[in-house]
Nanobody, 126 residues
Framework: QVQLVESGGGLVQAGGSLRLSCAASGRTFSFSRNTMGWFRQAPGKEREFVVAISWNGGSTRYADSVKGRFTISRDNNKNTVYLQMNNLKPEDTAVYYC?????????????????WGQGTQVTVSS
């Protein structure tokens, strides 16, 4: 059983920044072996891929909509993955979810992730 707990969401003006965190835990879970990802779901829309990072941070993949503005990182000593979001736009407003990858390769499809956090709300005002 894996638990993923997101934090750091909130209300910010356009152009502002937020840093999301996702703390992972689990009795048989080895955080450092897994790809981790962030997804988001805006009101009335399907959940979409945002970014993912490989087990050692050596490989990342970003959605085109966030490239150059968002940065993913991880600290395997703290079992935590981070999402630094800069130059936020109103269209970034969504619930952001942390997810654990099912396989070691960085993927964008939801089916490549098998554990999800409860989500944290990010609201960007214009």
């Amino acid at each position: 059983q894996v638990q993923l707990v997101e934090s750091g969401g909130g209300l910010v003006q356009a152009g502002g920044s937020l840093r999301l965190s996702c703390a992972a835990s689990g009795r048989t879970f080895s955080f450092s072996r897994n790809t981790m990802g962030w997804f988001r779901q805006a009101p009335g829309k399907e959940r979409e891929f945002v970014v993912a990072i490989s087990w050692n941070g050596g490989s990342t993949r970003y959605a085109d909509s966030v490239k150059g503005r968002f940065t993913i990182s991880r600290d395997n000593n703290k079992n935590t993955v981070y999402l630094q979001m800069n130059n936020l736009k109103p269209e970034d407003t969504a619930v952001y979810y942390c997810a654990k990858g099912r396989i070691a390769v960085v993927r964008t499809a939801e089916g490549s992730y098998d554990s999800w956090g409860q989500g944290t709300q990010v609201t960007v005002s214009s």
